[in-house]
Nanobody, 126 residues
Framework: QVQLVESGGGLVQTGDSLRLSCAAS????????MGWFRQAPGKERAFVAS????????YYEDSVKGRFTISRHNARNTVYLQMNSLKPEDTAVYYC???????????????????WGQGTQVTVSS
C-alpha cells in the first residue's frame, strides 16, 4: 500500500526556515501529483501547496506565496516543502498527500488526494 512519511518539522523562531520532506513508497511516484496541507489546533485541515506529476506546475495558498516552495525529486520518490520567513501563524501539523489518480495535476482540494502521511509538527515561536 501507499506510504508517505514526513520529516523535517521542529520548533523555530519567527523568520527562520525549515525544509519538510515526504518520502513515498508503494506507488509509481513520478506519475502522481502531490500536495502539502496543514492543520492548526482547533482548525480544519487546509491546503498549503501542490505540484503536478512532472514538477513543472505548482500551486500555492495565498498566505504562503513567495515564502514557501514545493518541489519534487522523482528519482528519490520525495516531495519537499521549503518554508522561509516563517510566522507564528504557520504553526501546525503538516501533512503530505498523494493524488488519487495517475498523471494528475495540482489541486488544492483535499478530496482529490487519496493517500496521506502521519504529519510532522511545525511550531514557530514569536
Amino acid at each position: 500500500q501507499v506510504q508517505l512519511v514526513e520529516s523535517g518539522g521542529g520548533l523555530v523562531q519567527t523568520g527562520d526556515s525549515l525544509r519538510l520532506s515526504c518520502a513515498a513508497s508503494g506507488l509509481t511516484f513520478s506519475r502522481y501529483g502531490m500536495g502539502w496541507f496543514r492543520q492548526a489546533p482547533g482548525k480544519e485541515r487546509a491546503f498549503v501547496a501542490s505540484i503536478d506529476w512532472s514538477g513543472g506546475v505548482t500551486y500555492y495558498e495565498d498566505s504562503v506565496k513567495g515564502r514557501f516552495t514545493i518541489s519534487r525529486h522523482n528519482a528519490r520518490n520525495t516531495v519537499y516543502l521549503q518554508m522561509n520567513s516563517l510566522k507564528p501563524e504557520d504553526t501546525a501539523v503538516y501533512y503530505c498527500a498523494a493524488r488519487r489518480t495517475e498523471w494528475s495535476g495540482y489541486s488544492g482540494d483535499p478530496i482529490d488526494f487519496g493517500s496521506w502521511g502521519q504529519g510532522t509538527q511545525v511550531t514557530v515561536s514569536s
